[in-house]
């Protein structure tokens, strides 16, 4: 009954021209936004919600100015980030890396056993033994955290993030010392994401085009591997609406679908949840829904509309509309080109943003095929963003000096490399017949030999340098005025400080911004408090 | 894909009654009629705008000019209407203590601009107080805060038990600590705890003993003030993305907005609340910009008799011998500027040569000399047709040096090693 009146309300704010689709569906759709999922799905065969997530339904976070907005920072999500490692000892493998690491924090490590430079902190769920982890290191962090498990507000936010995280200790003969930071996210909203959906790579490359007029920006897409550009997230690194939905759901919720798998707990190796807790049809009626949410609107008090107009103006003057795009067709009023731009040092989170690909072409060859990835490579794992694997280099170069760290990682602010490759298509080689020479010249015994040479066809991707930790999509404005606090992570309580935070590229136009009169400012400023939710 | 509607535009025209006149400003510390003294507010706009060359005659004609003035009466025509009453109005005042150009080389002061905005009653105790320009509904909620202040104080000025001053000053920290974060009721706590009663006879009511409390406020305010500062320093810093020593001319534009410095002003306010605005404003000014201000001329009052010595500095001047070399020591601002440079380094060489610092002072010391504020030196350079100076650029002047009365000044900066100033005096003592 509940459930029925809260779809008829939310069906009341879907705009007539959604109904293309089908109020059915929609109303799904809205009903299982709503839903408080619980553990165990019978209908699936899935564990059903968890074993760890963020929240019990997507409409616990997504609620600010009506179902659908953005959350306050008590519902950030929460990450922990390896700025660095030393150990000390002698021989350091992986899987020596993998158990030391895991004594700071064992989310690090992955089910492959690479060690990756970032840990998600899923506010709920999980064996006692990795909330006992999460317990240490958010005490660490300082700051104070709210029931639903983000900090309790933007000045929370900052402190955590401001607070470096030290883990030293000696664990069978090796002394490791971490330096780590807490990141967080904060909630977007979706209200008119299903515009944004429509938005075409096209559009992206023409504002990366208009850009190159303007020598202080320089906005560039975000190329995922596929050949796509993504516009969802704060990293822009999800190219679809439903693909959004399908790792909200997984990484947010722990519903395992069917493309994407749910946030394990690293405390429990080897469970697997062996089915789809939330169907695909289910996720389209979700991608309904939140495509039908209305867009934001412009709200101009009959008193203050020649000020609103003049901040506008202002506003474009001094050159906010450059990355703040007004229209992005079909998305009228987004004020965003959904494009990435270095937003400063300040702005850093180590799940960075996707490389920038600047070139792709095929190439075929033979390669050896290793069961494990490669040592340094960047990783997708949460929709947050990618994360760094720490390279080990199994040639120790020099011999064993105990004031010398044996091991050292550092987080890399770009790319390591600048080709990479993705694999298109692989078949075995039947030309080759002794496979193993290779491997053993360039791995030798401490990878598995259990490898094959295939001869494969890839797509050979040139990068482009760039600082990708602190590259963040430009954030659309529309609704700004009822999605505080500011800032991928929520640690701006104001739109005064969010702009202030402006750093990199947009430092110029902060410039211009802080250069105006008083009451110029504040005439900009009414301008963006008149973007409100729908 | 479905789509949703584009951006929709709504003109919302909800009714709304405000006080419909122009902004009607009063003179600068003048008294507030004795018939409504009791019951009537007074806001006052600080800013650091030079006030206008004015005689005691003109001075009700001459109409209000700073910097903000556009913004602030657009604040004003948002305080409803009834606020204000004949029984109980609120009056307006600008303050305006920019140093004059004869301090600051001939030329308008091209400092960011600055105000504070503090609402008194008939008295000029300090009820609340803003850092900023206060916008849209800040200055009816500093004015409601206002009133709250002083019903409080009332309650415990006639309080039969005869609350102490500690005590009150805990009931407004209690009031207030709920505006804010964490860190700074941490504060907060902390420089309430760490509040004693004046030395000598207690403080029995603030509310009724206001110049006594106010002479204890002024005593602590530079230490309470610094404390704090350390605090806004770090906080600020990480919510504007402050990085380098230049972002803190950023930092000063950011603090012509309320917000900017609204947890500061919050935990320092019970500290200062039920003082005599007059005669802390200065010392308030300087703290909250970090630099030195001019006096208000006050109705019927000459400049140099707002000064602390009763000899005015025209007077001391007149009486040095005609030949003989004296020295001006320019008092630094309550809470240093934070963007002036640091004194210049001196090398080991120099300073074991006897050309220090402390070497400056010990030479400076056999000279006659007095401390002045760079007012007295405005007001004294005034009155003498003297020639421009710029006290604080390059750097800040530490001392001015004459080699006698007649003589035009010369400045010993903190920007400047001390050697040069050192030789030169020794040469004119012989």
């Known amino acids: 009954m509940k459930f029925k009146l809260l779809t008829i309300v939310l069906l009341a704010l879907v705009p007539t021209t959604a109904w293309a689709v089908s109020p059915p569906e929609i109303a799904g759709g809205a009903q299982l936004f709503t839903q408080e999922w ?82 998600g902190l899923p506010h709920h769920g999980g064996s006692s033994m990795l909330r006992g982890f999460h317990e240490k290191v958010l005490q660490q962090a300082g700051a104070n955290y709210a029931d639903e498990g983000g900090p309790t507000e933007a000045a929370e936010v900052r402190i955590a993030n401001g607070n470096p995280i030290v883990f030293d200790d000696t664990i069978n003969g090796y002394r490791i010392r971490i330096k780590a930071r807490m990141y967080s996210r904060n909630t977007t909203a979706l209200f008119g994401s299903g515009l944004i959906d429509q938005v075409s790579d096209k559009q992206l490359d023409r504002q990366v085009r208009l850009q190159k007029k303007h020598p202080e920006i320089s906005g560039r897409p975000s190329t995922l591997q596929d050949g796509r550009y993504g516009k969802f997230g704060w990293r822009a690194n999800i190219a679809s609406l439903i693909e959004f939905n399908d790792q ?37 009626m979700l991608t309904h829904f939140t495509a039908a949410l209305p867009a934001p609107r412009q709200s101009i008090p009959s008193d203050s509309a020649v000020d609103i107009r003049r901040g506008e103006a202002l506003f474009n003057e001094v050159g906010c509309n450059v990355c703040h795009v007004a229209d992005m067709p079909p998305a009228s009023g987004l004020y965003s080109d959904l494009l990435l731009h270095d937003m400063g040092r300040e702005s850093i989170d180590l799940s960075h943003a996707e490389p920038y690909i600047v070139r792709r072409e095929l190439v075929t060859k033979d390669a050896e095929i290793l069961p494990e990835a490669p040592a340094g490579f960047t990783a997708s794992t949460a929709y947050y963003g990618n994360v760094t694997m720490m390279p080990i280099t199994f040639e120790s170069p020099r011999g064993y000096e105990s004031s010398r760290p044996a091991f050292t990682f550092q987080a890399p602010s770009g790319p390591t490399t600048l080709v990479t490759s993705r694999l298109i298509d692989s078949k075995v080689n039947p030309d080759i017949k002794n496979n193993t020479v290779a491997i053993a010249r360039s791995f030798t015994n401490q990878r598995s030999t259990s490898a094959v040479v295939r001869t494969e066809l890839r797509e050979k991707m040139k990068l482009q ?36 935070m402006h750093d990199g590229e947009a430092a110029g136009t902060r410039d211009r911004y802080l250069n105006l009169s008083y009451e110029d400012r504040q005439s900009v400023l009414a301008f963006l408090e008149s973007l409100v939710a729908p | 894909m479905v789509c949703g509607a584009v951006l929709a535009t709504v003109l919302d025209s909800g009714p709304r009654v405000y006080a419909a006149d122009p902004v009607s400003w009063s003179t600068p510390m003048g008294e507030v009629p004795a018939a409504t003294a009791d019951d009537a507010l007074v806001v006052v706009l600080m800013t650091n705008d030079v006030a206008a060359q004015q005689n005691a005659r003109k001075r009700r004609s001459q109409p209000v000019s700073c910097w903000c003035q556009r913004s602030f009466e657009r604040s004003v025509s948002r305080v409803p209407a009834g606020y204000s009453l004949p029984s109980a109005p609120i009056d307006f005042q600008h303050w305006a203590v920019g140093l004059p150009p004869i301090v600051t080389g001939g030329e308008r002061p091209s400092d960011v601009e600055r105000a504070i905005a503090i609402v008194t009653d008939g008295k000029y105790r300090i009820l609340a107080l803003s850092v900023g320009v206060p916008h849209g509904q800040d200055l009816r909620q500093l004015i409601e805060d206002a009133e709250d202040t002083r019903v409080l104080l009332r309650q ?66 530079g230490s309470i003030a610094g404390q704090l500062h350390q605090v806004y320093l770090q906080d600020a810093q990480t919510r504007f993305g402050l990085t380098e020593a230049s972002d803190l001319n950023r930092l000063a534009i950011l603090e012509q907005h309320p917000a900017t410095r609204l947890p500061w002003v919050t935990t320092l306010a019970p500290f200062v609340v039920g003082s005599d605005l007059r005669s802390l404003y200065t010392d308030l000014a300087e703290v909250t910009w970090g630099q030195c201000v001019m006096p208000v001329e006050r109705p019927g009052e000459q400049p140099s008799e707002a000064a602390d010595d009763p000899l005015s500095l025209a007077e001391w001047v007149s009486q040095r011998d005609e030949k003989r070399p004296f020295t001006l020591q320019l008092r630094p601002p309550l809470l240093e500027d934070r963007i002036s440079p640091q004194r210049a380094q001196v090398t080991d060489v120099a300073r074991r040569r006897g050309l220090g610092w402390q070497d400056l002072d010990a030479v400076v010391k056999v000279t006659p000399s007095r401390e002045v504020s760079p007012g007295e030196i405005a007001a004294w350079l005034s009155q003498t047709d003297g020639k421009p100076i710029d006290l604080r650029r390059p750097s800040r002047a530490r001392f001015l040096f004459f080699r006698s009365p007649s003589d035009p000044p010369y400045p010993i900066r903190d920007g400047s090693p001390p050697g040069r100033a050192i030789s030169m005096i020794r040469q004119v003592q012989k």
């Not at chain 1, 564990?47 to 760890?52: E, F, M």
């Not at chain 2, 941490?186 to 309430?192: A, H, K, N, V």
Request: aromatic share 6%.
């Open chain 1, 248 to 284: 909200a759901c997984a990484n947010e919720m722990g519903l395992q679908t069917r493309r994407k798998v749910q946030t394990s707990d690293s405390t429990v190796r080897g469970y697997q949840n062996t089915s789809s807790d939330i169907s695909d049809e289910q996720i389209e």
């Open chain 1, 465 to 500: 340098p760039t600082n990708f930790n602190q590259e963040w999509r430009t954030a659309p404005l529309w609704g700004v005025r009822d999605s505080a606090p500011y800032w991928h992570d929520g640690r701006a309580e104001t739109l005064l400080e969010a702009i202030a």
């Open chain 2, 156 to 221: 415990d000025s006639s309080d039969a038990n005869e609350s102490s001053v500690k005590e009150t000053v805990g009931r407004i920290v209690d009031r207030i600590r709920g505006r804010l974060n964490r860190i700074w009721q941490r504060e907060l706590d902390r420089q309430f705890d760490a509040l004693g009663e004046p030395d000598g006879d207690p403080i029995d009511d603030l509310f009724e003993e206001t110049t006594r409390y106010t002479s204890a406020v002024k005593l602590r305010l």
């Open chain 1, 38 to 119: 619980q553990p165990h799905n019978s209908a699936l065969g899935g564990d059903g919600l968890g074993p760890l997530f963020n929240a019990t339904s997507c409409a616990t976070c997504h609620q600010q100015g009506g179902i659908g907005g953005g959350g306050e920072a008590a519902f950030n999500a929460t990450s922990i980030g390896i700025d660095s490692i030393e150990v000390y000892g002698r021989r350091v493998t992986l899987a020596v890396l993998a158990n030391l690491v895991s004594q700071f924090h064992p989310g690090f490590v992955q089910p492959d056993g690479n060690v990756a430079n970032v840990a």
